[in-house]
């Protein structure tokens, strides 16, 4: 059980080298042919997610880099359920001044374990809080509170910024407590109970 931890949490930091990376045929490799992915700005299949990003590739700073933290992983056979610690950090603007996004939270994956490989799934995203600042000396904006406040507090400042840039923002994701995490906790344990 050990060596599947190990193949597992290689593949989450894989994961992160691929997709920062631009390595868009490793990244897909780590989902198994029917792969799911929820983020912020995305809900939809690993061959949707993994295209959207390699089309947004390519601006000589990336837009969202991601960081890892501590890796958690329980096993039942050939399926498991792992938990990431992560730092997303985006730059956009906010406004019209620059700003950079700073979000931390989870990583919560689904895995299979098919012809001896650890397939992801399913890779949801627990939004614990978020912190804007300001780029460049520009001066921290007055937000809108009514905007700030329809967007879940683990991600209100990150959703602010992606929807005043364009982007359809998903409401209602997984935070550090309440019914959408107690939900996805029991997504997972139903998985693991197979």
């Not at 490793?26 to 061959?47: E, H, S, V, Y």
């Not at 960081?67 to 019209?96: C, E, N, P, W």
């Not at 507090?153 to 992606?162: I, K, M």
Request: hydrophobic share 40%; glycine share 12%; with cysteine.
């Amino acid at each position: 059980m050990a060596d599947d931890r190990s193949a597992i949490a290689e593949r989450i930091q894989d994961w992160v080298i691929f997709r920062d990376s631009g390595y868009w045929d490793r990244l897909r490799g780590i989902w198994g042919p029917d792969g799911l992915m929820t983020t912020t700005w995305f809900r939809g299949t690993a061959d949707e997610f993994v295209a959207h990003n390699r089309h947004a590739w390519g601006s000589p700073v990336p837009g969202a880099v991601h960081m890892l933290g501590g890796i958690s992983v329980d096993v039942a056979g050939a399926r498991a359920v792992s938990q990431t610690k992560m730092t997303i950090a985006m730059r956009g603007t906010v406004h019209d001044a620059p700003c950079e996004v700073t979000c931390f939270g989870r990583f919560y994956d689904r895995w299979y374990k098919e012809a001896g490989a650890w397939l992801l799934a399913e890779r949801a995203v627990i939004y614990e809080r978020d912190r804007l600042d300001m780029q460049n000396g520009a001066p921290f904006p007055k937000l809108d509170a009514n905007v700030l406040a329809s967007f879940p507090p683990g991600y209100q400042h990150l959703a602010y910024v992606q929807q005043g840039m364009g982007m359809t923002v998903n409401n209602g994701l997984p935070g550090l407590t309440g019914p959408a995490v107690e939900a996805l906790y029991e997504k997972g344990r139903v998985w693991l109970a197979g």
